[in-house]
């Protein structure tokens, strides 16, 4: 199985970029799982917590406070105002 390209920018800065297996995020419409060969999207996001599971394994969350994310040839790019990784105070 293939893998996404993964970017999570906020508005004053690029978060995070990387590979990942799988990204969970909460849409307007939803909760969506997003896989390697989805189907292209543009979704509103709502606040809170996104998910993204790295190729190694390791699974990384953040706060967002809404945004969008879009889906196009296993390339995973979510945008938000402002976003909250563990660690941040």
Request: proline share 3%; net charge negative; hydrophobic share 45%.
């Given at each position: 199985?293939?893998?996404?390209?993964?970017?999570?920018?906020?508005?004053?800065?690029?978060?995070?970029?990387?590979?990942?297996?799988?990204?969970?995020?909460?849409?307007?419409?939803?909760?969506?799982?997003?896989?390697?060969?989805?189907?292209p999207i543009l979704a509103v996001?709502?606040?809170?917590?996104?998910?993204?599971?790295?190729?190694?394994?390791?699974?990384?969350?953040?706060?967002?406070?809404?945004?969008?994310?879009?889906?196009?040839?296993?390339?995973?790019?979510?945008?938000?105002?402002?976003?909250?990784?563990?660690?941040?105070?």
């Amino acid at each position: 199985m293939g893998q996404l390209h993964v970017e999570l920018v906020a508005a004053d800065r690029h978060v995070w970029q990387g590979e990942a297996s799988v990204v969970n995020v909460r849409a307007a419409d939803g909760d969506l799982g997003i896989m390697p060969g989805h189907t292209p999207i543009l979704a509103v996001l709502r606040p809170g917590e996104i998910s993204i599971v790295q190729a190694s394994g390791t699974r990384q969350t953040a706060e967002v406070d809404g945004g969008f994310v879009a889906v196009d040839s296993d390339r995973v790019t979510i945008v938000a105002e402002a976003v909250k990784t563990a660690g941040q105070g």
